[in-house]
């Protein structure tokens, strides 16, 4: 995939909508209403709470088009109208779950270094930038040549992480460390005593 389309699945979605739509497709599988009434949207807003903040005609209008750009597969079964993300929309969930990705800080330090060492091969180049790129939004900071360091738990983070970039083990290392030797100024950047 090249450094384009990963911009594009990047890109935050232009309204919140969008993004509704995308988390709850992607957590709830397929999703299936009654069609017994002739509006989807009522449908819809009446059998999840969430979509009563959005008119109904943005609410269509989105599935609408969420439908015409192939991420989503609207399809009537009988009473019943199912609803699921495509390939190409499970893609895009999957990207804006890493786009939301967060390190919570929490009250006290453990006193405890997480290093992250990976190597990620010359001809994946696009997702070393990628993966490099989204450790600075986290937070991490370059301890030396692929190393790098956070001093909070990032473990659930790295593993979603390298499920989303397809990264194996001897990729991708999270190492959880109490000595790292001189680390004053590291302390120094993360506030910490």
Request: net charge positive; with cysteine.
């Given at each position: 995939m ?8 990047f890109?935050?979605?232009?309204s ?6 995308l988390?709850?497709l ?11 009434s ?12 969430r979509w009563?903040?959005?008119s109904?005609k943005r609410l ?10 192939g991420?989503?597969e609207?399809?009537r079964e ?7 993300l495509?390939k190409?929309g499970?893609?895009?969930a ?7 990705l ?6 006290s ?10 190597d ?6 696009t ?10 939004e ?5 301890l ?5 360091i956070?001093?909070f ?11 989303f970039?397809?990264l194996r ?7 959880v ?5 001189e ?6 950047k993360?506030?910490?005593?």
């Amino acid at each position: 995939m090249g450094l384009k389309k990963y911009r594009y699945y990047f890109k935050k979605p232009r309204s919140e909508i969008v993004k509704d739509v995308l988390y709850w497709l992607m957590v709830a599988g397929a999703v299936y209403i009654a069609a017994s009434s002739p509006s989807f949207a009522r449908n819809i807003i009446r059998d999840h709470r969430r979509w009563k903040k959005y008119s109904r005609k943005r609410l269509y209008d989105t599935f609408y088009n969420l439908r015409k750009s192939g991420l989503l597969e609207i399809r009537r079964e009988g009473k019943q109208i199912y609803i699921s993300l495509t390939k190409e929309g499970k893609k895009k969930a999957g990207y804006l779950q890493i786009n939301d990705l967060k390190i919570k800080t929490p009250q006290s330090w453990d006193r405890k270094w997480r290093l992250v060492v990976f190597d990620i091969i010359e001809l994946r180049k696009t997702h070393r930038e990628a993966f490099r790129g989204k450790l600075k939004e986290l937070g991490f900071c370059l301890l030396q040549k692929s190393v790098w360091i956070h001093p909070f738990d990032c473990e659930a983070e790295i593993e979603l992480l390298r499920s989303f970039f397809g990264l194996r083990e001897e990729d991708l290392r999270l190492i959880v460390a109490e000595k790292i030797g001189e680390d004053a100024s590291i302390k120094e950047k993360y506030h910490l005593n």
